[in-house]
């Protein structure tokens, strides 16, 4: 791992590489993009990204237009697991992995164990769900899939046989409408899984009786970092989770590593994510996501503990569990809503 100084001399070489070398200036000469991070107090609770304290009043949604005009443009390859959106392909397993293992945490709340060996296999005609099948303590669980995407998610929550139901909303009508199309391709899902062109702040007001119960999963993946106002975003997110539901998300952290890695290696050098994915502005730390859930007292007693998983790509073998890399790269966080009250 190169220290900050060495890699601001290598400013100019990286700058020839890329598109847009105004932005590696910027980057090599502002000391905080490359600063270590550490996880002071005033800094928990105050910074999420470089636009936590734009001075425009948020609007009544949190998406940003530019995103939804990206990922538009990216709908048509959404479901070729070579194409744009194969590193969320090979992380969906991992998305399964981390919910399974949040929720088996909580003693308090059932749960349903899976295991790799016994009878009832999924259908293998998900190739993204994780081949367990369930043994004991099977509670039909609801979700609720927030910037769902094409489905990769959603699909494969639906055809696990513990699920009741999934919900998955997205902004973006192009993607959307290659979730819908794909899930036409397997007439299973249409007893389980809805698609509803909505943001979270909407959400409500589309279809009241969809969302009349509250939800075991509430899941966000890669959505968080994408939001123009995040905290504000939770705070709506918040409602949709029933007491002893987890909220699960997986987003990257601000960091030089983060930027060297996603944004100059991925998206400019090697070009396996589509270029202008990802604003490095707008990452999000662990601790400062961590820091959301327990900055007031209110929200600790509403909130657990909440527990991260970091993930790292390897070439040739896919998303791997790497402890501590959450502090540079790419990571899980979820948390369980303990109170029955409204927040």
């Known amino acids: 791992m190169l220290p900050p100084s060495p890699l601001r001399q290598l400013a100019p070489t990286i700058a020839r590489r890329v598109r847009n070398p105004r932005t590696i200036a910027r980057l090599a000469s502002t000391p905080q993009c490359f600063a270590p991070v550490t996880e002071s107090p005033s800094v928990r609770t105050q910074r999420w990204h470089s636009n936590h304290n734009d001075s425009r009043p948020p609007s009544s949604s949190s998406v940003n237009p530019d995103e939804i005009s990206h990922f538009n443009a990216l709908a048509a390859t959404w479901w070729d697991p070579h194409g744009s959106s194969r590193a969320l392909h090979l992380m969906n397993p991992l998305r399964h992995d981390f919910i399974q293992t949040c929720r ?144 699960v998300m997986s987003t990257i952290a601000r960091t030089w590593t983060s930027w060297f890695t996603t944004n100059f ?50 070439p040739g073998l896919g998303w791997k569990e790497v402890p501590g890399s959450e502090k540079v790269g790419n990571y899980f966080l979820g948390v369980q809503r303990l109170a029955s009250e409204d927040a």
């Open 104 to 247: 088996s945490s909580s003693p308090t709340s059932s749960f349903t164990v899976l295991t790799e060996d016994s009878g009832d296999e999924l259908p293998s005609s998900s190739p993204d769900a994780p081949t367990y099948s369930t043994t004991a303590n099977v509670q039909k669980l609801r979700y609720l899939d927030i910037g769902c995407g094409g489905g990769i998610f959603a699909e494969s929550a639906a055809r696990l046989p513990t699920t009741e139901s999934v919900l998955a909303i997205d902004p973006s009508p192009g993607v959307l409408a290659i979730a819908r199309s794909h899930a036409k391709k397997d007439p299973s899902l249409s007893p389980k899984l809805t698609y509803l062109s909505s943001t979270i702040e909407s959400l409500p007001t589309l279809k009241p009786e969809a969302v009349e119960k509250k939800f075991d999963v509430v899941s966000c993946f890669e959505v968080i970092e994408h939001v123009d106002h995040p905290a504000l975003f939770l705070d709506h997110v918040a409602k949709f989770v029933k007491p002893g539901g987890w909220l």
């Open 265 to 314: 290696m991925a998206e400019d050098v090697l070009g396996i994510v589509p270029k202008g994915t990802h604003d490095w502005n707008k990452y999000i730390n662990e601790y400062e996501l961590r820091g959301y859930f327990e900055e007031t007292e209110e929200k600790r007693r509403f909130w657990g503990q909440p527990r991260a998983m970091g993930v790292v790509y390897v």
